[in-house]
């Protein structure tokens, strides 16, 4: 079966602008999770939604915000962007989120000029 | 509150060797733990993991890992090392009162870990 797949590969943004990232979840799985990661900070937990409602977030500002689709792909927006939001960014889902497993999709990898 | 450290952020092993990746983590209730890879512009593989059945876990590629909780450790561990495993390795915990799929995880810093010829 197809896997997670993530929207664009790369992209480019320059600083105060607002990009957004999707991601299609595998087929039948209702949970998907954002994760950030950087050098520095490693792998961090954006958040989490499962059948269109946010269920489990991170600690992100604001600017970082999310949402859910009826056919469970998801997106994930930043507005106003830092350089610091440089980052790779994964989505991973899973069947129900709770004690199954996450499978990860190849991510976006967002740089902030 | 979670946490979880790797010991390492670079291990280097001779092809044939032994792999020892080390992993100690912080909960306060039982934990889930896993061994994810991440191979270059690639995302995160699970390898393996402990949700409090056996304590010796078996995983894809040859590894396995241990579950001690008077240690409070979770090394990943493979006989022998082969070329097509420098890669980097990072283990997580997730509090299965509340997560222990993919909502939540928190992650260690990663091991990158290289194989010399």
């Known amino acids: 079966k197809a896997g997670v797949t993530q929207t664009p590969r790369y992209l480019i943004k320059t600083r105060g602008q607002q990009v957004t990232l999707s991601c299609s979840p595998i087929?039948?799985?209702?949970?998907v999770s954002w994760y950030q990661q950087t050098p520095g900070q490693g792998l961090q937990f954006l958040f989490e939604?499962?059948?269109?409602?946010?269920?489990n977030k991170g600690n992100f500002p604001g600017r970082f915000s999310g949402r859910q689709f009826s056919n469970s792909r998801s997106e994930m927006n930043v507005s106003t962007l830092e350089l610091g939001d440089s980052a790779l960014y994964l989505c991973?889902?899973?069947?129900?989120?709770?004690?199954?497993?996450?499978?990860f999709g190849q991510g976006t990898r967002l740089t902030v000029v | 509150a979670q946490s979880v450290t790797q010991l390492g952020s670079h291990v280097s092993v001779s092809e044939g060797a032994l792999v020892l990746l080390r992993c100690n983590y912080s909960?306060?209730?039982?934990?889930?733990l896993f061994w994810y890879v991440q191979y270059p512009n690639q995302g995160l593989q699970l390898l393996l993991k402990?949700?409090?059945?056996?304590?010796l876990v078996k995983g894809i590629n040859g590894f396995e890992a241990e579950f001690k909780k008077s240690e409070t450790s979770f090394h990943l561990t493979k006989p022998s090392a082969h070329m097509s495993d420098a890669a980097e390795y990072f283990c997580?915990?997730?509090?299965?009162?509340?997560?222990?799929?993919?909502?939540?995880?928190?992650f260690g810093k990663g091991t990158h870990l290289i194989i010399q010829p």
């Open positions: 991973a889902s899973s069947l129900t989120g709770k004690n199954t497993e996450a499978f």
């Open positions: 087929s039948g799985h209702r949970s």
């Open positions: 939604y499962f059948s269109e409602t946010q269920r």
């Open positions: 909960s306060s209730v039982p934990p889930y």
């Open positions: 402990y949700t409090s059945a056996a304590t």
């Open positions: 997580a915990v997730s509090d299965p009162y509340s997560g222990g799929g993919a909502d939540g995880l928190t």
